[in-house]
């Protein structure tokens, strides 16, 4: 058992409090990483649209090892009753962030949706209505993205279509995290132990029924994009490696690409020594060795890629370490110790 003071629980690991707290109808589970600017027009919009279906709800915030005032923020903001604070002990980024959430949730529904209010929480009604119908999840499809550059609406096209195209499990296009999902589907993804996570294409993989619903993703409310291309480019490694072997069959067809060029420059050799021609050396030489050298790096970080993952894998180390838990009055008189 985790000793619990004043509402905090402290703890490290992976954690798992819905075996020991009641359960919730409606959890909204948000992983925020330097939100301060947003955060209060967020949980505004968020507890009004959960207001409006039922008053057993919980708004899970996840605090990604934000430098700014979002922890203070988390903590003293309404609606006080409604909220758990989660606390990460550094950045471990957003997947994990959301993967803590995910963890520690205990509605019977849960919301994923990020603080940056370019996702609205007011299809929350909508999303409900379908998951009454039969759905296990409800994904946000994005028709338009306003306030983007030509330039990242390109790479994110480019991306997920890359994704589908390699991916042995069909993910979506044109979808981020925010979805409405069962508790039976997240009990699945809450099972799946591995360290690099790409969420969307996880919960894809699972199965049940899932339907798309159709938005317009709008601006920022406030401050910056927390994904910048590095952090996209690193995600889409993950999306590619975790869901596909593709890759390695590609670096074996180009292995046997180079291979057949090879062999071709070498009988444009022979042929030259056979009629006397004068062959030149340096220029087919080189050209030769830097496109095999090439395919081998190529191949080499491609294999890396696949074994870095293995490693990190097997050392068994937890996802994600959590500092602290705040809860408001309300839910932490009913909240009770956490395992």
Excluded at 287 to 293: L, Y
Aim: hydrophobic share 45%.
């Amino acid at each position: 058992m985790i000793p619990r003071t004043s509402g905090v629980i402290v703890t490290s690991g992976r954690v798992d409090c819905r075996s020991n707290l009641p359960p919730v109808a409606l959890s909204v589970v948000a992983p925020c990483y330097n939100e301060q600017e947003v955060l209060r027009a967020f949980l505004a919009r968020v507890a009004a649209a959960c207001a409006a279906i039922t008053d057993d709800y919980e708004i899970v915030l996840v605090d990604d090892g934000s430098t700014d005032g979002t922890w203070a923020l988390m903590c003293e903001a309404e609606p006080r009753s409604k909220i758990v604070a989660v606390r990460l002990a550094r950045n471990h980024g957003h997947q994990l962030a959301l993967t803590a959430g995910l963890e520690i949730c205990r509605g019977a529904r849960v919301l994923i949706i990020d603080a940056d209010l370019q996702d609205p929480p007011e299809l929350l009604s909508r999303m409900m209505t379908l998951i009454d119908d039969g759905a296990d999840v409800v994904y946000g499809q994005r028709e338009r993205r306003e306030g983007e550059s030509r330039a990242k609406l390109f790479t994110a096209g480019l991306f997920y279509r890359l994704i589908s195209y390699l991916s042995e499990t069909p993910i979506p296009v044109d979808t981020g995290d925010f979805r409405l999902i069962s508790r039976r589907a997240l009990d699945v993804l809450n099972a799946m132990p591995e360290r690099h996570r790409f969420v969307r294409g996880m919960v894809a993989w699972i199965g049940f029924r899932q339907v798309a619903i159709g938005y317009v993703r709008q601006c920022r409310y406030a401050g910056v994009t927390k994904y910048p291309f590095r952090k996209m480019l690193r995600l889409a490694v993950d999306a590619v490696t975790a869901f596909s072997t593709k890759p390695l069959a590609i670096a074996s067809l180009l292995a046997v690409a180079a291979s057949v060029f090879g062999m071709a420059i070498l009988a444009y050799a022979f042929l030259g020594w056979a009629y006397g021609r004068t062959v030149s050396g340096w220029t087919s030489m080189l050209g030769a060795i830097a496109i095999f050298n090439s395919a081998q790096l190529l191949m080499l970080g491609i294999l890396g890629e696949y074994l870095g993952r293995l490693y990190q894998e097997a050392k068994g180390r937890p996802l994600f370490v959590v500092q602290e838990i705040h809860v408001g009055s309300a839910a932490g008189q009913s909240a009770g110790p956490a395992a």
